[in-house]
């Protein structure tokens, strides 16, 4: 089985992130549709029926999440999570980069179905150029009658607000978005209240993920019948998946919801490079547990992928050959968890300080075998125990990394050096 192109459809075509090129391309003809013919409940129903569920990584159905804004509240707002900072992450470029009216499309479909007067599109700070293609694009489509008041005729009205921002990966946690968009600094709220109820400026708000919204336009042109059909009982429809590290065709792909890792990895990614074995992977990005090579049967599929231990997050899969250092990955990881901590509790704020500290004296062969529980007793402070999920997924791959290989990481305890690394780089100097 071969890609299954539905998102990505129109990527390399000619003039594609144009507006023209769009309508050449059958583009806004969902949004028509859903102005002319279906009422915003009508669409929620659609939404509901199709069995998608959020591409952002928690995976929520979209349908049930809109439905959870209260009914008589007025203005409600939606917000685009185009925030991507999951280390392995890039799909969301893709998008943007490979049909920006696309997600535009999606965004006004699904402002219409919750009533939404405006839209915001939150990029990442990083993503300077798609910024200013998202703008364009945006006013391309204002100018066309797409945006603004009385969409196509209808009594429908709605701007859409592209928003950078600063380079914070914490503004990938929705109430961190949020309380960016107000002018604030980007941090966790409470919850409850959640933002269905009290986000934006107070007011009722859905915030969506970019390869959540891409699918709208299709669901409403083919129906949510349509959709269900596609993928697994739980997991319908395609998902784009970010792979890189040890293989031959880093890259895209868009594959249907249910087809075996294996079939990802060896058919679309060209198998592990250099003629190199599988050592570990991880399934959705920077933050999830890590699988073995006994795990590539497995289906592209949300429940089963979480039955083996770890989760498909963002769609980031990571790939890594025989002679990746284990505890030198997880160091890695680790300090990306610790800069981007934005302090508010202290479980995240001082558990990723003390966690990176002992993970860099480990891979320097200078920490002593007995502190190995501390490492797992800091782990156990964070997880479950911080104020937004930044902090457990900070002890997520190292746990598991460590439960996995656990030889690996006692055989650093006291060698004056990585075991892993060296002997192989001597082995190349040879």
């Not at 945006?138 to 921002?165: K, N, T």
């Not at 970019?210 to 083919?222: G, K």
């Not at 937004?388 to 190292?398: E, I, M, N, R, Y």
Request: aromatic share 8%; glycine share 12%; proline share 5%.
């Amino acid at each position: 089985m071969a890609e299954h192109r539905l998102l990505t459809e129109h990527f390399g075509m000619e003039g594609i992130q144009t507006l023209a090129g769009y309508e050449r391309a059958g583009g806004y003809q969902g949004l028509r549709r859903a102005l002319r013919e279906l009422t915003p409940d009508d669409l929620v129903a659609q939404v509901k029926a199709s069995g998608l569920r959020g591409r952002g990584g928690a995976g929520f159905p979209t349908g049930t999440k809109w439905s959870f804004l209260p009914g008589d509240v007025h203005p409600r707002y939606l917000c685009v999570n185009a925030d991507e900072s999951e280390p392995g992450c890039f799909k969301d470029r893709a998008l943007i980069e490979g049909d920006p009216h696309q997600l535009i499309e999606g965004t006004l479909i699904a402002a219409y179905a919750i009533q939404a007067p405006i839209a915001f599109i939150y990029i990442r700070g990083e993503y300077f150029d798609q910024r200013l293609l998202l703008e364009r694009c945006v006013e391309e489509a204002r100018a066309a009658g797409y945006i603004g008041r009385g969409i196509l005729g209808s009594d429908f009205s709605c701007d859409v607000i592209v928003h950078g921002g600063a380079g914070a990966y914490i503004c990938g946690e929705e109430t961190a978005l949020l309380d960016s968009l107000e002018g604030r600094r980007g941090q966790p709220r409470l919850k409850p209240p959640f933002p269905a109820v009290k986000g934006l400026y107070g007011q009722p708000t859905v915030v969506n993920n970019v390869e959540t919204l891409s699918n709208l336009p299709h669901i409403v042109l083919r129906g949510g019948s349509w959709y269900a059909s596609l993928g697994t009982e739980k997991s319908k429809g395609t998902r784009l998946f970010c792979c890189s590290g040890h293989i031959e065709r880093p890259g895209t792909y868009e594959m249907l919801l249910g087809t075996p890792i294996r079939e990802l990895l060896e058919e679309e990614c060209g198998g592990v490079w250099k003629g190199r074995r599988l050592k570990a992977f991880q399934p959705g990005g920077g933050s999830m547990q890590v699988l073995l090579p006994e795990h590539l049967d497995l289906p592209l599929d949300m429940e089963a992928v979480a039955q083996a231990g770890s989760a498909l997050g963002a769609g980031a899969m990571v790939f890594m050959d025989e002679t990746t250092c284990m505890v030198n990955v997880s160091m890695r990881l680790v300090d990306f968890y610790h800069h981007e901590s934005c302090g508010k509790c202290s479980p995240c704020r001082e558990g990723t300080y003390f966690e990176s500290d002992l993970m860099h004296r480990l891979e320097r062969g200078v920490l002593a075998p007995e502190e190995l529980t501390t490492l797992s007793d800091i782990c156990d402070n964070m997880n479950g125990k911080c104020f937004c999920p930044l902090g457990d997924t900070a002890t997520w791959f190292v746990m598991s990394a460590y439960a996995a290989f656990r030889d690996e990481f006692e055989a650093h305890c006291g060698a004056g050096r990585c075991p892993v690394r060296e002997p192989r780089a001597a082995e190349a100097v040879a």
